[in-house]
């Protein structure tokens, strides 16, 4: 069964620090891996979604790495600000079930200002 | 990216009333729809999987008669948890798929409180 595990499961760091978040799972046969930002008490907000055959993906000051054979994956946020503040979640889907998500237990950030 | 809207988007019930929580696909066809439940401090935790027309499939662990879903057209499925107790108070969220290899989009939540 998948697993995925995210840590540190939180962070907090200045305004304007460059942060790596961490996301690893345990069954390399993913069909892609997704992250997410969620603010207290509100759905999902999709940052980035990397197809299995990718390496990494890049939006604005978001760039998320994929290294499907070790399980890993990381989302680098550069110059951070506090309105990066929020839980960030990662979550793959499998091959054999492409519309299932596994999701990790999240990483809260908070940025000071 | 596409649109789900999941409404209501907060509800306090008291215990032992039953609660529904509709989940649209506001500009596509939805094919297949899933619920989550998350606990405070916890990450989704799939609750179950419905396709358009069939019977939901319920994950193990989640009791579908105390979970009724129902998945009756292409843009709505509806939650209903019946005879709520305060240890049903969660967020729900749902998330739409149109089939196929295709992106799945998530509604904005409902945060169910039981008292």
């Known amino acids: 069964k998948q697993e995925v595990t995210q840590i540190p499961a939180a962070l907090s760091v200045p305004e304007g620090e460059n942060l790596v978040l961490n996301c690893s799972f345990t069954?390399?046969?993913?069909?892609?891996l997704q992250w997410f930002r969620q603010d207290p008490g509100k759905g999902l907000t999709s940052l980035l979604l990397i197809q299995s055959s990718q390496r990494e993906q890049t939006s604005g000051r978001l760039n998320a790495s994929l290294d499907k054979s070790s399980g890993r994956s990381t989302l680098y946020i550069a110059a951070s600000q506090p309105g990066d503040s929020a839980t960030y979640l990662c979550a793959v889907r499998q091959v054999t079930n492409f519309n299932k998500f596994y999701f990790g237990s999240g990483t809260k950030l908070n940025v000071k200002p | 990216g596409a649109v789900v809207s999941q409404h209501p988007s907060w509800v306090i019930c008291k215990s032992g009333t039953s609660v529904k929580i509709e989940c649209r696909s506001l500009?596509?066809?939805?094919?297949?729809m899933f619920w989550y439940r998350q606990f405070p401090k916890q990450s989704l935790m799939l609750m179950a999987t419905?396709?358009?027309?069939?019977?939901?499939?319920?994950e193990q662990g989640v009791e579908k008669d105390k979970f009724l879903i129902n998945h009756a057209s292409l843009t709505l499925s509806t939650l209903t948890v019946t005879s709520a107790h305060p240890e049903d108070s969660s967020f729900y969220i749902c998330?739409?798929?149109?089939?196929?290899?295709?992106?799945?989009?998530f509604g904005q939540g409902t945060r169910l409180t039981v008292v």
């Open positions: 419905s396709n358009e027309g069939s019977k939901a499939t319920y």
């Open positions: 069954d390399s046969a993913i069909y892609n």
């Open positions: 998330s739409a798929a149109s089939g196929g290899p295709t992106e799945a989009f």
């Open positions: 500009d596509f066809q939805a094919t297949t």
